[in-house]
């Protein structure tokens, strides 16, 4: 007994000592490190790093080392410039206005463990034509199953019989086939309009879910046929430019518009192992991918998602690889050990 419990305190300061004591070394032996803002420039036509310089006063380098101040950014920073009466009245040969600088403004990103995680086949359905013109808390719930969607009354956790039947009706006449694989939503009323869900079937095929006073309605985007949807996310951007992100069986990052129509962009993207951040404008989207070792900045059209620019920078390089044992990873959402470096 005396050695079986030696054994187990034996293998207690070890698990310990694995998990532990490398993390303090990599707390006492990392250097903080952060890669500049970076975005594309409509005025100089490049890409531009924030550098906070000696001062207070923030500029911007450009990849041949010319400095320049907020303005070489004018839309990003259109509400300061305006304070300051800076704010240009054109731009790229075209007039521009503030409030259509302001509305043009977007902002998206992409998270591996959000996209990786196990969530529960559960989605709030929202009312996207409220009575009260605002948007309010959904009342019913969709739940993905292997054979349809059921609706349910989220207060009394009533089967909503005639809504289920309807809406599985409506998913299998437009060539759904069962079970759902993704949903991409977002079921908040902190925002302007409610697009419902992207869904896409078990063949990869992508489908919205939208309700409308109080009925549901379901759209297939036959032009996304073929792309192997892997990755559904909905937009709700204010200037209505898009429905969703897609990304697509080959890898590839694309826009779906609200006509349906999809331009499959030039940006390999791969959702379950990179973190994305999207900065758009008037002219031009900023996307930037970010992996272990990189981060890889695309300049996009805003109109035609061409791609105008490339620039990639290395990421510095981590701590000691230490074997450890760690209990969570970027990768998933469980919870159990493993081990890392």
């Known amino acids: 007994m005396k050695k079986i419990s030696r054994l187990f305190v034996i293998l207690s300061a070890a698990v310990v000592a694995l998990t532990v004591?490398?993390?303090?070394?990599?707390l006492l032996t990392l250097k903080p490190e952060r890669t500049p803002f970076t975005l594309y420039s409509c005025v100089v036509h490049d890409f531009t790093a924030l550098d906070h310089g000696s001062g207070r006063e923030y500029r911007f380098i450009d990849r041949k080392g010319n400095v320049y101040d907020d303005s070489v950014q004018p839309l990003f920073y259109a509400s300061i410039l305006a304070s300051k009466g800076q704010f240009p009245d054109s731009l790229e040969g075209r007039a521009v206005t503030l409030e259509e600088a302001e509305s043009n403004s977007l902002f998206v990103t992409s998270d591996?463990?959000?996209?990786?995680k196990t969530?529960?086949?559960?989605?709030?359905?929202?009312?996207?034509?409220?009575?009260?013109?605002e948007l309010q808390d959904p009342e019913d719930a969709m739940v993905s199953r292997r054979d349809g969607i059921y609706v349910y009354r989220?207060?009394?956790n009533e089967l909503l019989q005639a809504k289920t039947d309807s809406l599985n009706t409506m998913l299998r006449e437009a060539g759904f086939v069962f079970p759902a694989r993704k949903f991409g939503g977002n079921p908040s009323h902190h925002k302007q309009y409610d697009e419902g869900y992207l869904v896409t079937d078990s063949e990869d095929k992508l489908y919205q879910i939208k309700q409308v006073g109080g009925l549901l309605q379901v759209?297939?985007?036959?032009?996304?046929?073929g792309l192997g949807v892997?990755?559904?996310k909905i937009t709700e951007f204010e200037n209505h430019a898009t429905l969703g992100m897609l990304v697509t069986g080959d890898g590839r990052l694309a826009m779906l518009r609200p006509d349906g129509t999809v331009a499959v962009t030039e940006v390999p993207f791969c959702p379950e192992k990179e973190d994305l951040l999207l900065v758009g404008d008037l002219f031009y989207y900023t996307v930037k991918t970010t992996d272990s070792d990189f981060e890889r900045f695309y300049a996009l059209d805003s109109q035609t998602y061409a791609l105008v620019d490339t620039m990639t920078r290395a990421l510095p390089a981590g701590g000691p690889g230490?074997?450890?044992i760690a209990f969570t990873s970027p990768g998933d959402s469980?919870?159990?050990?493993?081990l890392r470096r």
């Open 154 to 156: 989220m207060d009394s």
């Open 119 to 133: 969530w529960p086949p559960v989605y709030l359905l929202m009312e996207s034509v409220p009575e009260r013109l």
């Open 112 to 116: 591996p463990k959000d996209v990786c």
């Open 21 to 26: 004591v490398p993390y303090v070394i990599r």
């Open 322 to 324: 230490i074997p450890r």
């Open 334 to 338: 469980w919870v159990k050990p493993r």
């Open 230 to 232: 892997r990755n559904v």
């Open 219 to 225: 759209r297939h985007f036959a032009r996304a046929d």
